[in-house]
């Protein structure tokens, strides 16, 4: 009711080519079904109907790279897997983000040795941090939220 | 108990000269075997009707550094119609040259003792299934042993922030 | 997002020989016939692989032929790095191993450093520690029902049981903080006592935890396709289970009544009365049902635990293994020498070397623990179950479907953080 008013016959609507892309973005960014330990079961609680993702536009986790853009890196990444982490972050078409999720995947955690790579962000640059060991689904849900505030905030000199 | 007393009795009228020691902490029977003859007794305590150790725990490798004989090979046996769990352990001098396989008794044996190889270093004479199973192809070294590196890198403080992002090995896009 | 990239090296198609793929495919099985079959690799990344494990199948169209599980994508280090922290810093690292029942990880490892300090916790800690290990284990039946159901896609289950472990996490976090890596036992006896309200909350969820299995049950239980996708699918004998060192809910689906709470009890078990679930058929229907009836079993456990639930400390007084209480550091000086020595240092076990077992929620659960004489272990080595159950695995699924390799992955309820250690 209200927006005919204003648009008359025309029907046009103008807005900055960025926001609108970057809230498309934001509202339906699908992850990768990437969980390797203990954080995979916070996020698998993340997932399910106490805290619920799909509120944040992600409704199902894709089990193939090449139709997701989100990888949450839930656990830790032993020196065997960060190939393969590496692989499946190449597969993914861009825009894809990185969310490094719980202590071992930031920092290597408590896991201060030979096995453990420390920090995924030796592996694939990380767009977000999210502490905790596991971290809470509502930790994890701050994090998600604070990646959609950095995709808001993109501009067109970041995209070319 | 008389149960105990049966096993090192059939062991010592079988196999004379096994059992080196036997050591009891904790409530927990511990037999100490030569390493010739661990594959006898062990088929002994499986195959016989009275002792009937049918199921095998564990097996796990130490590191007795500095002490010689070096690693030690422990297999934890349990009976299961006895309810009765027995540990035998064998020294093993040199890695490359261990006890032979338990896999045509237990054939869950093959599987453990690809773990102690692939992390302790002890071969098991027998077992043409021993690679890296836990690390890497192509990684050099066991890590469990007392003189393999833990290779933690250090942490980063505020006061040294800058000089350990400086050397760690970000990723490129 | 920069968005010039260069294409992959392996978006390229490569010929190669049957040889130079059997070496790159992995040398743990022997390939039947190179020339008919398909060789695939059923990678670290895959939706019903419960974890990151790598499986080589050798397909005959839809039949799998042979299986090879290829593992170590979670290798962690922990037994190495338990040896270079103290006995309590070390329990933190137990935790991580089977991330869906801690509990029972730090019950299996505080009772082997209890043993091999020779001492015992009090009656009050033993009855505690028994609710939690079966909370604990009533926790991760459900997420197991839950990712069960899912890879044979039916998700209502998945929900509804995420829904009752929000209740149970709830719980564990009244009582330590955590919601799943609780550290919570102590060698000892326990952290610190359990709040008033628990006892009330534990009851609550005993009262209505009966309506939600009856939920679950009428989804899964008496379904066609549920029924026709796990009847005679993974069946293994009893005899070939022993062999092969299977152990938990699984072993007991083959008939074999063996569950170390009964046969060797720790922890005041004995106490109690409740009965072992054993199924006849060894397939996957029989290990679903026997880890359902579990959880009533467990209910029970809870219930008696509770009502028995004896008064007094928490701790054992030995105040060279538990620290001093704060209030007694203002007023004695031993209590401050202590705090101190075990802060720094940590106690001192004797030499010697034990082996514990407990009945986790996936099998035998051994922890092998040497001490020398010094405050940190000198070799610590854990029996996971995971680990010896999924060497069934090529047995059971030799000959039958992909589809069918899915649903007995998820009935033999590996983790592999408790693999790969």
Redesign the interface.
């Known amino acids: 009711m209200g927006i005919e008013q204003k648009l008359g016959n025309l029907g046009v609507v103008t807005y900055r080519l960025e926001d609108v892309v970057n809230w498309g973005r934001s509202n339906a960014m699908w992850p ?7 954080c ?3 996020m ?2 993340a997932q ?3 805290y619920d993702l799909s509120r944040y536009g992600m409704e199902l ?1 894709r ?1 193939s ?1 090449r139709q997701s853009d989100l990888m949450i890196v839930a ?2 990444v ?4 960060a190939p ?1 982490v ?3 972050y ?2 993914m078409p ?3 983000w990185v969310i490094a999720m719980g202590d071992c995947a930031s ?2 955690g ?7 790579v ?2 995924v ?5 990380v767009d977000v941090y999210v502490a905790g ?2 971290p ?1 689904p509502e930790a994890l849900i701050d994090g998600i939220m604070t990646l959609h505030e950095k995709v808001r905030g993109e501009t067109l000199k ?3 | 108990m008389e149960f105990e007393q049966l096993v090192t009795n059939k062991i010592g009228e079988n196999i004379p000269d096994a059992i080196e020691e036997v050591v009891e902490f904790r409530n927990e029977r511990t037999l100490l075997i030569a390493p010739e003859k661990i594959k006898e007794v062990c088929r002994l305590l499986k195959t016989d009707n009275e002792l009937a150790f049918n199921f095998l725990s564990d097996v796990c490798a130490d590191d007795l550094l500095p002490d010689f004989p070096r690693f030690a090979v422990n297999y934890h046996l349990y009976s299961m119609p006895n309810n009765y769990r027995l540990r035998l352990r064998t020294l093993v001098e040199d890695p490359d040259a261990g006890p032979p396989t338990m896999g045509d008794l237990w054939p869950i044996a093959t599987w453990l003792e690809m773990e102690v190889w692939d992390l302790m270093g002890v071969r098991f004479e027998g077992n043409t299934h021993l690679r890296r199973l836990f690390l890497p192809e192509d990684w050099q070294g066991h890590p469990l042993r007392k003189d393999y590196p833990l290779g933690y890198e250090e942490v980063q403080f505020s006061f040294n922030w800058e000089e350990i992002a400086a050397r760690k090995p970000f990723a490129k896009e | 997002m920069s968005e010039t990239r260069t294409p992959q090296k392996s978006a390229t198609i490569q010929e190669m020989s049957v040889e130079e793929l059997r070496a790159m495919v992995g040398t743990g099985m022997e390939i039947v016939d190179a020339e008919e079959h398909m060789l695939l690799s059923m990678g670290p990344q895959h939706p019903s692989t419960h974890g990151v494990l790598r499986l080589l199948l050798e397909l005959d169209g839809e039949t799998v032929v042979n299986v090879a599980p290829d593992i170590g994508f979670l290798h962690t280090g922990i037994e190495k790095n338990m040896e270079s922290k103290t006995y309590t810093k070390a329990l933190v690292m137990t935790d991580r191993m089977d991330y869906l029942s801690p509990m029972s990880n730090n019950l299996g490892y505080v009772l082997a450093v209890e043993k091999l300090l020779g001492v015992e916790a009090t009656p009050r800690a033993q009855a505690i520690r028994v609710v939690l290990t079966e909370l604990a284990r009533i926790a991760s039946h459900l997420v197991w029902l839950g990712t069960a159901a899912l890879d044979l896609a039916a998700m209502t289950v998945f929900l509804y049981c995420f829904r009752e472990r929000e209740y149970i996490l709830d719980l564990f976090e009244m009582c330590s903080g955590q919601r799943m890596m609780v550290s919570y036992f102590r060698p000892g006896g326990l952290w610190r006592d359990v709040p008033e309200d628990f006892e009330p909350a534990v009851r609550r969820f005993l009262e209505f935890f009966p309506g939600r299995i009856a939920d679950y049950e009428a989804l899964l239980k008496e379904n066609p396709i549920f029924l026709r996708r796990t009847k005679g699918v993974g069946v293994v004998s009893g005899e070939d289970a022993i062999a092969w060192g299977l152990t938990g809910p699984s072993l007991r689906a083959s008939g074999v009544n063996w569950d170390i709470r009964k046969t060797q009890p720790y922890s005041g078990y004995e106490q109690y009365d409740f009965d072992v679930p054993l199924g006849t058929d060894g397939d996957v229907y029989a290990r679903y049902r026997c880890r359902v009836q579990e959880l009533w079993q467990s209910m029970r456990i809870i219930e008696q635990a509770l009502d028995r639930l004896p008064d007094g400390p928490v701790s054992i007084d030995d105040r060279k293994i538990v620290p001093p209480p704060r209030s007694e550091l203002g007023r004695s000086m031993e209590a401050v020498i202590h705090h101190f020595k075990l802060w720094t240092e940590g106690f001192n076990a004797p030499e010697g070397y034990v082996y514990q077992s407990i009945e986790s929620p996936r099998g035998e659960f051994g922890c092998y623990l040497r001490g020398d004489g010094g405050p940190k272990p000198a070799r610590v080595h854990f029996r996971a179950p995971s680990y010896v159950n999924l060497a069934s695995l090529p047995n059971m699924a030799r000959g039958g479907f992909v589809a069918d390799l899915v649903a007995i992955i998820g009935s033999i309820d590996i983790i592999l953080g408790e693999i790969d250690r």
């Open positions: 990768i079904l990437f969980g390797l330990a203990c995979a079961i916070e698998m609680s399910a109907a106490h986790n089990p790279p656990g830790r032993s020196r065997k897997m393969v590496r692989r499946l190449d597969q861009a825009p894809k920092c290597g408590i896991f201060n040795n030979y096995a453990i420390q920090g962000d030796e592996v694939v640059p060991c596991p809470r970041d995209w070319a």
